[in-house]
């Protein structure tokens, strides 16, 4: 959540922060409400300060035999409750509009994200291998995984409706392996690993930044609950209104769970496939880093996901996501994006963001170190992907098909599928 206290001393730095963003977010419009509760405060307190005079006053009163005019200003507290309650009141609906308004504010970028208006200003900072020189035709996942009987988007549709994908025998194996092999690559790098439900009410969901202004991308439920569409909803909100001691940051954190969108407004979007789907399979990294320490952690999350996609052996790019391109929640993003071969391009694979205290102030998330400051402050909060398991079925079979219509298995999964070398 945005910090009230930025838009009320520095209201130009965020308005410049919303057009670098292109977002549309009204500084005024807050700036007025801010006023006004600022108004109302005053007048609360006021009238407080004189209900206590007049309250002092009557037992005075009442101690030197002046009954009448104790009982006037008896009636005097009466009207000036029923006037401060009535200022509560207005108090009340002005904080909740300007919450309600700072919660559908994106976070200022910080400041080494480069300005731009679309994904065409990313900015590439590395790439790693070399994406593989077929001598044939190769065949897109969709083509190939129906082919060797082990995806199945007809049946998806028959049992859900369109983009849900059913996966089947070596399909299944596949991808469970995946998950298996990137779950012990993050426990071995000192990752905790969590089991979580796939199901969030509105307050957790609020807290990372889907609610209220995503509400349309969720499946929901009757109860009021929401399929999650990540892992870091829950990861992130295991701590929620806590406070951690200092010595136990960072903390790394890790899950598989499936994930859910609507995609609401992206159909013909990479709606082919695996890419974009409606349920999908996802391990998530989650950070909680001291402030002079997240843009540390975030590089260190990064280089945690790179290596995933290097020990199987895929190339990549790495770019920093410009200002206007940027997810709402994230102060920094890099986008991991690996070569598939149908696309004759990269792909997002992964996108690793420091959201700095923007998730932590709307969870109430803090830390405290002994005898470094009193009280607590807010930590920063980051997650990615390592990786979204989905793509990285897809890239497996399109970098490792043969001409034969066979699928190499890459050695690091080997011995998660029985130490199978080969799909076919």
Same mark, same amino acid.
């Given at each position: 959540?945005?910090?009230?206290?930025?838009?009320?001393?520095?209201?130009?730095?965020?308005?410049?922060?919303?057009?670098?963003?292109?977002?549309?977010?009204?500084?005024?419009?807050?700036?007025?409400?801010?006023?006004?509760?600022?108004?109302?405060?005053?007048?609360?307190?006021?009238?407080?300060?004189?209900?206590?005079?007049?309250?002092?006053? @009557?037992? &005075? %009163?009442?101690? *030197?035999?002046?009954?009448? $005019? =104790? !009982?006037?200003?008896?009636?005097?507290?009466?009207?000036? +409750?029923?006037? @401060?309650? &009535? %200022?509560?009141? *207005?108090?009340?609906?002005? $904080? =909740? !509009?300007?919450?309600?308004?700072?919660?559908?504010?994106? +976070?200022?970028?910080?400041?080494?994200?480069?300005?731009?208006?679309?994904?065409?200003?990313?900015?590439?900072?590395?790439?790693?291998?070399?994406?593989?020189?077929?001598?044939?035709?190769?065949?897109?996942?969709?083509?190939?995984?129906?082919?060797?009987?082990?995806?199945?988007?007809?049946?998806?549709?028959?049992?859900?409706?369109?983009?849900?994908?059913?996966?089947?025998?070596?399909?299944?194996?596949?991808?469970?392996?995946?998950?298996?092999?990137?779950?012990?690559?993050?426990?071995?790098?000192?990752?905790?690993?969590?089991?979580?439900?796939?199901?969030?009410?509105?307050?957790?969901?609020?807290?990372?930044?889907?609610?209220?202004?995503?509400?349309?991308?969720?499946?929901?439920?009757?109860?009021?609950?929401?399929?999650?569409?990540?892992?870091?909803?829950?990861?992130?909100?295991?701590?929620?209104?806590?406070?951690?001691?200092?010595?136990?940051?960072?903390?790394?954190?890790?899950?598989?769970?499936?994930?859910?969108?609507?995609?609401?407004?992206?159909?013909?979007?990479?709606?082919?496939?695996?890419?974009?789907?409606?349920?999908?399979?996802?391990?998530?990294?989650?950070?909680?880093?001291?402030?002079?320490?997240?843009?540390?952690?975030?590089?260190?999350?990064?280089?945690?996901?790179?290596?995933?996609?290097?020990?199987?052996?895929?190339?990549?790019?790495?770019?920093?996501?410009?200002?206007?391109?940027?997810?709402?929640?994230?102060?920094?993003?890099?986008?991991?994006?690996?070569?598939?071969?149908?696309?004759?391009?990269?792909?997002?694979?992964?996108?690793?963001?420091?959201?700095?205290?923007?998730?932590?102030?709307?969870?109430?998330?803090?830390?405290?170190?002994?005898?470094?400051?009193?009280?607590?402050?807010?930590?920063?909060?980051?997650?990615?992907?390592?990786?979204?398991?989905?793509?990285?079925?897809?890239?497996?079979?399109?970098?490792?098909?043969?001409?034969?219509?066979?699928?190499?298995?890459?050695?690091?999964?080997?011995?998660?599928?029985?130490?199978?070398?080969?799909?076919?």
């Amino acid at each position: 959540m945005l910090d009230a206290k930025l838009v009320r001393d520095n209201p130009e730095a965020v308005r410049t922060a919303m057009a670098n963003r292109n977002a549309e977010w009204d500084v005024d419009a807050f700036l007025a409400l801010d006023e006004r509760r600022r108004s109302l405060i005053g007048q609360t307190e006021a009238l407080q300060a004189r209900r206590n005079e007049a309250s002092k006053a @009557i037992g &005075a %009163l009442m101690k *030197d035999g002046k009954r009448d $005019e =104790a !009982e006037a200003a008896k009636d005097e507290v009466r009207q000036v +409750n029923e006037s @401060i309650a &009535a %200022l509560e009141g *207005d108090l009340a609906a002005v $904080e =909740a !509009e300007s919450r309600e308004l700072l919660l559908v504010a994106p +976070n200022p970028p910080h400041e080494s994200v480069p300005v731009g208006a679309s994904e065409d200003d990313n900015v590439e900072v590395r790439r790693w291998g070399t994406p593989p020189a077929f001598d044939y035709e190769p065949k897109a996942h969709w083509d190939l995984g129906p082919d060797l009987g082990i995806i199945d988007f007809e049946r998806g549709v028959k049992l859900a409706k369109s983009r849900f994908v059913v996966l089947g025998r070596d399909g299944a194996r596949l991808n469970r392996a995946i998950i298996n092999f990137m779950l012990e690559a993050h426990a071995d790098a000192g990752y905790t690993e969590w089991a979580l439900p796939a199901l969030a009410n509105a307050e957790t969901l609020t807290g990372t930044g889907q609610l209220p202004k995503f509400e349309d991308d969720l499946f929901k439920t009757g109860e009021g609950l929401y399929l999650i569409p990540t892992a870091e909803v829950q990861l992130t909100n295991l701590h929620r209104d806590e406070v951690l001691e200092g010595d136990t940051l960072p903390r790394h954190y890790c899950a598989h769970t499936p994930c859910f969108r609507e995609e609401a407004g992206s159909a013909g979007r990479d709606t082919r496939g695996m890419i974009r789907v409606h349920q999908f399979d996802k391990v998530e990294l989650v950070h909680f880093a001291k402030p002079e320490e997240s843009m540390g952690s975030l590089e260190k999350m990064v280089a945690q996901a790179e290596s995933i996609l290097q020990r199987l052996g895929l190339a990549y790019r790495t770019i920093v996501l410009c200002t206007g391109d940027m997810g709402f929640g994230a102060a920094k993003t890099y986008d991991i994006e690996v070569w598939l071969p149908s696309y004759d391009g990269y792909k997002e694979i992964s996108s690793c963001s420091n959201c700095w205290d923007f998730q932590a102030r709307r969870a109430a998330i803090k830390y405290r170190d002994q005898g470094e400051f009193k009280g607590s402050r807010l930590l920063h909060t980051l997650n990615g992907s390592g990786l979204a398991v989905g793509r990285t079925l897809a890239a497996v079979l399109e970098n490792y098909q043969n001409e034969d219509g066979t699928v190499t298995v890459p050695e690091a999964l080997r011995p998660y599928l029985g130490g199978q070398e080969r799909i076919g």
